[in-house]
């Protein structure tokens, strides 16, 4: 994978990776208002397929789309980038950066650090 999504492209993902599978109208459907045209939508997702995110199968005249990349997937792709543009590729800096921003509890700090000991073994 070595394209990243745009905003669009990411919300229009969620909602398949939320459905699994679902026709134009039941994306449009899910997203927030004021909605896209349907045509719009309908050209991100040969966008989409295009790309490589998402493929679909045809339905009559419909097409049902699907995704082809997962949410976790697409998730360490993006945020290896985040780490090694930001955080010179260290985990450490950009875990202490997020807890830091992120002013978690003493609870949040435990549990974090619990997954970490959880983790190494």
Request: charged share 25%; no cysteine; proline share 3%.
């Amino acid at each position: 994978m070595e394209k990243e999504l745009t905003k669009v492209e990411l919300q229009l993902m969620n909602v398949l990776w939320d459905k699994e599978a679902a026709f134009v109208n039941d994306i449009l459907e899910a997203l927030p208002d004021p909605k896209p045209a349907y045509n719009t939508v309908s050209t991100f997702m040969r966008i989409l397929v295009n790309k490589g995110f998402v493929d679909y199968k045809a339905m009559g005249k419909s097409h049902q789309y699907f995704p082809l990349v997962s949410r976790e997937a697409y998730m360490d792709y993006f945020l290896s980038g985040v780490k090694n543009t930001f955080f010179r590729g260290s985990f450490q800096s950009m875990l202490s950066f997020f807890a830091k921003k992120e002013n978690l509890s003493k609870k949040q700090m435990d549990e974090l650090i619990a997954l970490l000991n959880e983790n190494k073994r």
